[in-house]
């Protein structure tokens, strides 16, 4: 019961996405895709999606897994990072 | 980088990893071949002669066993030595059970096969050979094996010494370190140094295991001061991409770039880094007070160099892939278009094996 609980509490959590220039904040779920997360962002941006390159520590983030399978907890922020080119 | 690494090629295939990915294996230049659950080293202290060669099964349910070149692959439930006194001549190899439940054997060169739980100290006197560099098993749970040119054979649970005489030859590197698993190198991403240089605050999380094993570090848990070096490309204003190397055996940092300019000109990087390196070991040695990087170094290497504006990130990327596995550089711009194919190849086959 008591994890049941736990469980409950724990699902919606607060991220950040940070870049140079200021962040802005979400409230998601843990189960939620974060991909969905990625072009929430975008859109909010008004930038293409895959525009960003999105990184939690030093660890890129896909498309496909869920804010619990990255272990995003309540206050993590991710970097969102544009291509880096050179020659 | 030591000239140890230096003196030849090992197989290609003995040395798996890329970009830093958890395909667990990692072979010097002069040394092994991995079994990606274990590993053993097979090596060559040859004044200019030849290597040992390697073959390693990798299978990670199979046995793994090495060759050197004149020696004995030995059987796995046996304790096997090579032993190759020969001026001129060849190098030692090694057989080794990879099975965890069993011992591990090791045959170094003239040194000492030595069972996996006693300590053992190899010594060995090569005129003008070169030092090896170890192989070492990055599963925390099973024992080691090393075995390096010059000497000793060291478990990787056992507190060894080695001791290597080598008259006009560089050192070996031994590996010799107490803890359980020292792994060659640790590799950020790109993204790291820019990021470093925004403030120091906002890597300190880069590090932590449960990320290292999130990003798919083959050993998450081994500190970074604990490995050979750390490495760290570097893009610069989204016009240029160089390499930053992190030397904690040498204590320098280190520039690799196709477009070398005199150190002066990456001080900043090199502050940053350096700055990194003394709040990492505080951090993690739990030192009262901050770590010195007074007694580091910083030089820009010699490596191969550019002569167009767009071929820097094909020249980082093979300096960076040379520089973890221990093997000279050997490309030059004419190289550059083929190399350029070849890692896009490699990287659209990458074998990757997710740890989770």
């Known amino acids: ?87 | 980088m030591d000239t140890s690494e230096q003196v030849q090629p090992s197989p290609k295939e003995a040395a798996g990893d890329g970009a830093g990915l958890a395909i667990e294996r990692h072979a010097g230049q002069i040394s092994p071949a991995a079994d990606s659950k274990a590993r053993a080293a097979g090596k060559a202290a040859v004044p200019g002669g030849a290597g040992g060669g390697t073959g390693a099964d990798n299978t990670p349910s199979k046995r793994g066993r090495q060759a050197g070149q004149i020696s004995p692959a030995a059987d796995s439930k046996a304790r096997a030595a090579g032993k190759a006194a020969v001026p001129g001549g060849a190098g030692g190899g090694t057989g080794a059970d990879n099975t965890p439940s069993k011992r591990g054997r090791q045959a170094g060169q003239v040194g000492p096969a030595t069972d996996s739980k006693a300590p053992a100290a190899g010594k060995a006197a090569v005129p003008g050979g070169a030092g090896g560099e170890t192989g070492t098993d990055n599963t925390p749970s099973k024992r080691g094996r090393q075995a390096s040119q010059v000497g000793p054979a060291v478990d990787s649970k056992a507190p060894a010494a080695g001791k290597a005489a080598v008259p006009g030859g560089s050192g070996g590197e031994t590996g010799a370190d107490d803890y359980p698993s020292k792994r060659g190198r640790h590799i950020f991403n790109s993204f790291f140094v820019n990021k470093l240089i925004e403030g120091i605050s906002s890597v300190k999380k880069w590090t932590v295991p449960k990320r290292l094993r999130y990003t798919m570090q083959a050993t998450p848990d081994v500190p970074l001061h604990h490995m050979r070096r750390a490495v760290a490309p570097v893009n610069e204003k989204k016009r240029h991409w160089y390499l930053t190397v992190a030397d904690f055996e040498k204590r320098e940092i280190v520039v690799y770039d196709s477009i070398a300019k005199s150190i002066e000109y990456y001080k900043s990087v090199v502050a940053a880094l350096k700055g990194w390196v003394s709040s990492y070991i505080t951090e993690k040695d739990n030192l009262k007070t901050p770590y010195s990087t007074a007694g580091w170094g910083a030089r820009v290497a010699c490596c191969p160099v550019q002569t167009n504006g767009t071929d820097c990130g094909v020249f980082t990327i093979i300096a960076m892939d040379c520089i973890v596995r221990g093997l000279p550089f050997s490309h030059c711009q004419a190289d550059i278009n083929r190399l350029r194919f070849e890692w896009l190849h490699k990287l659209l086959n990458l074998d990757v094996t997710w740890v989770p």
């Open chain 1, 1 to 87: 019961m008591a994890d049941v609980k736990a469980e409950a509490k724990a699902e919606v959590i607060n991220i950040t996405i940070k870049t140079s220039d200021g962040e802005v904040a979400f409230k998601i779920k843990k189960s939620t895709k974060m991909s969905k997360v990625f072009a929430a962002y975008a859109q909010k941006k008004g930038v293409p999606e895959g525009h960003y390159r999105f990184v939690l520590d030093g660890a890129r983030i896909g498309n496909d897994v869920t804010a619990a399978e990255i272990g995003l907890e309540d206050g993590d922020s991710i970097d969102a990072y544009v291509e880096q080119l050179g020659g």
